[in-house]
Nanobody, 125 residues
Framework: VQLQASGGGLVQTGGSLRLSCAASGRAFRQYAVAWFRQAPGKEREFVAAVPRTGGRPSYADSVKGRFAISRDNAKNMVYLQMNSLKPDDTAVYYC???????????????????WGQGTQVTVSS
């Protein structure tokens, strides 16, 4: 599967953005999908994930209550709604997918075989 992330931009503290990730290929519903982010000088970190169809999403503690991940299997799309943005949310955001990840490994970047190119999110103070 190929992934294309979009929707990043510059926003003020407290603002909102919605990231989109378009997936190509068949059987997208059989893939777990996730968002990760990487700030300058920092390691890539988990943001949110949603398992294959029917699973509950999971979130990093730093974004719980502010971000929401969703998927539309009919459109082969994954979304990340980001509200109440903070300067610490500034990073390049990546979508990732894999067909064989177990639930306990959803937050592990190394477990994902397919990655999008990233979209920059900048939150000004």
């Amino acid at each position: 599967v190929q992934l294309q992330a979009s929707g990043g931009g510059l926003v003020q503290t407290g603002g909102s953005l919605r990231l989109s990730c378009a997936a190509s290929g068949r059987a997208f519903r059989q893939y777990a999908v996730a968002w990760f982010r990487q700030a300058p000088g920092k390691e890539r970190e988990f943001v949110a994930a949603v398992p294959r169809t029917g699973g509950r999403p999971s979130y990093a503690d730093s974004v719980k209550g502010r971000f929401a991940i969703s998927r539309d299997n009919a459109k082969n799309m994954v979304y990340l709604q980001m509200n109440s943005l903070k300067p610490d949310d500034t990073a390049v955001y990546y979508c990732a997918a894999d067909p064989s990840i177990i639930t306990s490994s959803l937050s592990m970047a190394a477990q994902y075989d397919f990655w999008g190119q990233g979209t920059q999110v900048t939150v000004s103070s």
